[in-house]
């Protein structure tokens, strides 16, 4: 095969998740309110990744082009959780937020986002907002670093890490789909405590509930994972910037019960899916890359 037109693990776990996607479409089509959208984003990412195959190697490239390949991971990510909410409902119409919550307390004697109540405070709450915000820019710090560096094969690799993090935390949502916290009556009722900041909490908050269309996305928590796969990723690649981040991460861990999203197993659940991503793709990437693999980006 001419390895200009060689594909690259990104490509074929992005294909891997596009047919599951097409998969829930269709098994939940008759129910399905919004099918041509869900039409339109299937044919559109399928397209999109088309063109990023053909023109990856293309010469003379513009700098448009150039930034579409950088950016084709993330962009491919943004729309496919955007389509969960059109066949999720429909896939698996359970709500595994009275399960979760049990083994919450069975697992820690007490609920975890009613006992931390006890800290709260405008100030905390404020900062705890910040960091659960900071999450959405994590993967690009790693992926900016990388490509600065033209480190194009480990900035393949840790893509792939993370797109195997996203999508596995993505296709668990449809076996238990969950609210988190923050919507479960039984603790809302316990939970007394408003969480008030002092300048963008509510702006940060709201923000997120309005672009997050799909609201069953407790378990596993992709922040948990996601930090944790940046932070690793940045251990690997620069041990400096390992140690400032390392507060960050914990600190977005905290917010995940401080913010009453999540429960504390789905972080476990998300770092016990982080460990499994890692050690696939150090078990077979560097065995699968020279021969069948090009990296995603390059000059």
Known sequence: MNKNYRLSAVDIVNFIYWLFMVFFYLFAFREI??????????????????????????????????LLHLLYPALFLIFVFDSIHISLPYINPNVYDEFLANIDFKLLGFNPTVAI????????????????????????????????????????????????????????????PALGPRFYPPLEALQTVPLKGILFTDIIRDTISKLEHNKFDAFPSLHAAVSLSVLMSIAKYNK?????????????????????????IDIIGGVLWTFICYFLVEKFYNRLYPKYFTPYYSD
Do not use: A
Not at 120 to 140: D, G, R, S, V
């Open 117 to 176: 109540e006890k800290i709260l405070n405008p100030y905390l709450t404020e900062l705890m907002y910040y960091l659960y915000l900071f999450y959405f820019f994590m993967p690009f710090i790693i992926v900016i670093y990388l490509y600065r560096k033209k480190m194009y094969r480990e900035l393949d690799k840790t893509v792939l890490f993370l797109l195997m993090t996203f999508y596995g935390s993505y296709l668990l949502y449809y076996v238990f």
């Open 240 to 264: 400096r910037w390992f140690y400032l981040f390392l507060p960050i991460v914990t600190g977005i861990f905290i917010s995940l019960i401080y913010c009453r999203y999540h429960y504390f």
């Open 33 to 66: 309110e919004q099918k041509i959208y869900g039409f339109i984003l299937l044919s559109f990412l399928m397209v999109f990744e088309i063109f990023i195959i053909k023109y990856r190697k293309t010469k003379n490239s513009n700098n448009l082009v150039k």
